[in-house]
T-cell receptor, first 116, second 112 residues
Framework: NAGVMQNPRHLVRRRGQEARLRCSPMKGHSHVYWYRQLPEEGLKFMVYLQKENIIDESGMPKERFSAEFPKEGPSILRIQQVVRGDSAAYFC??????????????FGEGSWLTVV | GQNIDQPTEMTATEGAIVQINCTYQTSGFNGLFWYQQHAGEAPTFLSYNVLDGLEEKGRFSSFLSRSKGYSYLLLKELQMKDSASYLCAVRDSRTGANNLFFGTGTRLTVIP
């Protein structure tokens, strides 16, 4: 049973370029979450999605960032016109639906974005 | 909103016991989680508490007091490989979902 798969693991972009990060949830999981971890800081919730729906994007920056989870294919976190401050580790996590006992989120290996 | 506090750094000796504390404030509480994160790696799930009391899982135990907004993670028989960051997180019942809100993490260094 494959875990949460993220790619690319490492991405280098020049300022002003676009970054696309992909996430395939664990088998049987229909909910996807994106988190950002800046160097020496904690994990910050960005967005929570179900298939074809954004449920909670309260942690997303207002500009340049967008996320989707289409009916077919992986979830994508898109950062347009990247700046140096976007350099961070971006973690995707997935979970089954509901807050049942034992339901928690499982993280992928992360995508490390470096903006030069 | 959520407010989660935990110490930034701790150091402990191999073979010893260490307790990492976490205090939280949240409008709708539905579970407290502990994750371990080694440098450059993904967080991995350690424990989950939703009722008051102690949950034991091998060398790791986690305690919760909902009335005090307090939890701790207890690590026994410390090993060098336990050097990592330990992240405290709460789940908000109002969202109906499993998105977690994390503290900044406690970096534990185990010394010989």
């Amino acid at each position: 049973n494959a875990g949460v798969m993220q790619n690319p693991r490492h991405l280098v972009r020049r300022r002003g370029q676009e970054a696309r990060l992909r996430c395939s949830p664990m088998k049987g999981h229909s909910h996807v979450y994106w988190y950002r971890q800046l160097p020496e800081e904690g994990l910050k919730f960005m967005v929570y999605l179900q298939k074809e729906n954004i449920i909670d994007e309260s942690g997303m920056p207002k500009e340049r960032f967008s996320a989707e989870f289409p009916k077919e294919g992986p979830s994508i976190l898109r950062i347009q016109q990247v700046v140096r401050g976007d350099s961070a580790a971006y973690f995707c996590a997935s979970s089954p639906p509901g807050q049942g006992t034992g339901n928690t989120i499982y993280f992928g290996e992360g995508s490390w974005l470096t903006v030069v | 909103g959520q407010n989660i506090d935990q110490p930034t750094e701790m150091t402990a000796t191999e073979g010893a016991i260490v307790q990492i504390n976490c205090t939280y404030q949240t409008s709708g509480f539905n579970g407290l989680f502990w994750y371990q994160q080694h440098a450059g790696e993904a967080p991995t799930f350690l424990s989950y508490n939703v009722l008051d009391g102690l949950e034991e899982k091998g060398r790791f135990s986690s305690f919760l007091s909902r009335s005090k907004g307090y939890s701790y993670l207890l690590l026994k028989e410390l090993q060098m490989k336990d050097s990592a960051s330990y992240l405290c997180a709460v789940r908000d019942s109002r969202t109906g979902a499993n998105n977690l809100f994390f503290g900044t993490g406690t970096r534990l260094t185990v010394i010989p």
